[in-house]
């Protein structure tokens, strides 16, 4: 059975880094996705930046690129995902989410089947 879990949130101030963590297990092929995703109340749920298990393709929402990282830790089965440069507008609850696929990842919260409780991630000014 396929799980994810998050760590790593927490509190920083304005122009701090962050990286968060995503323990993924159970999945029995490399055709598969982990990607983060982020909602603040009553906005919905959009995706930040996934990776593909196989070919370590690697895909960014346009307001991530630049100031992410998405990587794998393959020793670990861990997906880390880097932010610096942190702004105000970066707070929310972060989940980590995963599916299988083919060749290619996406960033559309429908395509992904299992999905972390979510990490918080505050930003001051």
């Known amino acids: 059975q396929v799980q994810v879990a998050e760590s790593g949130g927490g509190s920083v101030q304005a122009g701090g880094s962050l990286t968060l963590s995503c323990a993924a297990s159970g999945y029995t092929y490399d055709g598969f996705c982990v990607a983060w995703f982020r909602q603040t109340p009553g906005k919905e749920r959009e995706g930040v930046a996934a990776i593909h298990i196989g070919n370590n393709g690697t895909y960014y929402a346009d307001s991530a690129k630049g100031r992410t990282t998405i990587s794998r830790d393959s020793a670990k089965n861990t997906i880390l995902l880097h932010m610096n440069n942190l702004r105000p507008e970066d707070k929310a609850m972060y989940y980590c989410?995963?599916?299988?696929?083919?060749?290619?990842?996406?960033?559309?919260?429908?395509?992904?089947?299992?999905w972390g409780q979510g990490t918080q991630v505050t930003v001051s000014a």
């Open positions: 989410a995963s599916a299988y696929t083919t060749r290619y990842c996406t960033l559309v919260r429908k395509t992904y089947h299992y």
